[in-house]
């Protein structure tokens, strides 16, 4: 399994960035998908995750409603649309996957087997 993040930038506040995450040797179907996120000093935490059995993804409190996840099946990438940015937004992103992870383990960066190469977020005020 490949991932590979892009699409971080530099934006003022309120602004909007939309981050790619390109996947190889998996199936979307198959695998727990998520988005977490790293500040300067402070633990990586999740930003999104969304299940391969389907339903509403789950996000962290702090994104909610300026967050969108979306999914491109025929070209295997998962896509973050990031609106209304704020300054404390400011980190780099990771797009993780895991095909075993447990549902208590969803958002604890640990249960996540294959991880892209981060995308540094900078939202200016």
């Known amino acids: 399994v490949q991932l590979q993040a892009s699409g971080g930038g530099l934006v003022q506040a309120g602004g909007s960035l939309r981050l790619s995450c390109a996947a190889s040797?998996?199936?979307?179907?198959?695998?727990?998908m998520a988005w977490f996120r790293q500040a300067p000093g402070k633990e990586r935490e999740y930003v999104v995750v969304?299940?391969?059995?389907?339903?509403?993804?789950n996000w962290a409190d702090s994104v909610k409603g300026r967050f969108i996840i979306s999914i491109d099946n025929a070209k295997n990438t998962l896509f973050l649309q990031m609106d209304s940015l704020k300054p404390e937004d400011t980190a780099i992103y990771y797009c993780?996957?895991?095909?075993?992870?447990?549902?208590?383990?969803?958002?604890?960066?640990?249960?996540?087997?294959?991880w892209g190469r981060g995308t540094q977020v900078t939202v200016s005020s």
């Open positions: 993780a996957a895991s095909r075993t992870i447990i549902l208590s383990n969803i958002y604890n960066p640990d249960g996540y087997q294959s």
């Open positions: 040797g998996l199936s979307f179907s198959r695998y727990t």
């Open positions: 969304i299940r391969p059995s389907g339903g509403s993804p």
